[in-house]
Nanobody
């Protein structure tokens, strides 16, 4: 069983930055396509970013493109989400997600991910 643990959330002013981390327990981390999703109060969980197994390719939601960067360190079994130019609309619980090796890489679909973290709160004040 793969476990995902997010960290790095917090309160930041608009225009600020945060870096989220997601540490995993899987021994074959490099085989998992990884992603980040977020859920604001009263809204559905939505796709934020995804990264390929090697880290060479990434996919972003239009709302974060140019501001957020997903990356991974397979030696550390960790995936990151660097968030710059944060806006109040980015306020949400952010979830790390991992897919089985057979899953579609760079997917924006929640159903393509099999493992989820507990989430970390990001609050952006205006």
């Amino acid at each position: 069983q793969v476990q995902l643990v997010e960290s790095g959330g917090g309160l930041v002013q608009a225009g600020g930055s945060l870096r989220l981390s997601c540490a995993t327990s899987g021994r074959t981390f490099s085989m998992y396509p990884m992603g980040w999703f977020r859920q604001a109060p009263g809204k559905e969980r939505e796709f934020v970013a995804a990264i390929s197994r090697s880290g060479g390719s990434a996919n972003y939601a239009d709302s974060v493109k140019g501001r957020f960067t997903i990356s991974r360190d397979n030696a550390k079994n960790t995936v990151y989400l660097q968030m710059n130019s944060l806006k109040p609309g980015d306020t949400a619980v952010y979830y790390c997600a991992g897919g089985l090796p057979s899953r579609t890489v760079l997917s924006m679909v929640r159903g393509e991910y099999d493992y989820w973290g507990q989430g970390t709160q990001v609050t952006v004040s205006s």
